[in-house]
């Protein structure tokens, strides 16, 4: 396989492993074009893994070689289309709630 899979960036991507050696702090292009960074907590394996990129996923497949029933629309791309294998949607965390330490108001 010319690819694999690395945490980055709160995503799990892919990338070209003939180019592509991934390390702590060093970003890389991964196949969904965007450049990611891991950090050094991306490489130790345990807890939850990071939803999928589902480009980085689709760019396998068409590189692959994948027939066109094999290669599912990206969630979002398809209204009538189910949401990601994975569930990424209901599987994300809810986004963290604005609450700072609350100051008295003027007096
Ligand atoms: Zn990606």
Redesign the pocket.
Known sequence: MWWRWQQ?DG????YDRTVTVPAPDRSFP?????Q?TPADDDFHLGGWPRPT?????R?IRVREGFRPEQIPPLPGEDPSAPEGPDRARTRACPAPRRSGPRRPGPR
């Open positions: 980055a995503r799990l991507h892919a991964a196949l969904c074009g965007v990611v990129c589902w480009t980085c996923d760019e």
